[in-house]
């Protein structure tokens, strides 16, 4: 991917400069979602040409990868790579943001208070489960 410059603002939001990609990753790290049809059914409806283009895209810069369904063969399951995993902290300074200056947040209380309060132990726990989840072919 051609990037007009290489200031790591910059470098971020050419990869990732649209909500949608944001709200897969957030899908499959927060809300164990790992197929197509279960990224459809998230409350923002994507349509099917953004989604399919976002998760191409996700997948070319290795960001996510795609495998077989361990359950149902002929099923496609996305993972988060490393290199996704390594996004936690990104995004959750942004539940964090949302949830301090959004009044109706759906982001629960006692999680927002983990992750203002013990931050640090909250990426780590998350960061182990992922890695179980999406690197060890879960």
Known sequence: MEVRSHCPINYTLEHFGDKW?????RDLMFKGKRHY???????EKVST??????LK??????????????????RIRYSLTQKG??????LLEMIIWGGLNDDLTESPREFMD???????????EIRQKLIAEHLSGY
């Open 85 to 90: 995993i390594d996004l936690l902290p990104i």
């Open 114 to 124: 983990q992750a203002i309060n013990q931050k640090e132990s909250l990426i780590s």
């Open 49 to 54: 040409s953004v989604l399919g283009d976002r």
């Open 21 to 25: 990609s944001f709200l897969i990753i």
């Open 37 to 43: 049809n279960e990224f459809l059914e998230a409350g």
């Open 57 to 74: 895209k996700l997948e070319e810069m290795g960001i996510i990868s795609k495998g077989e369904d361990t359950v149902k063969k002929s």
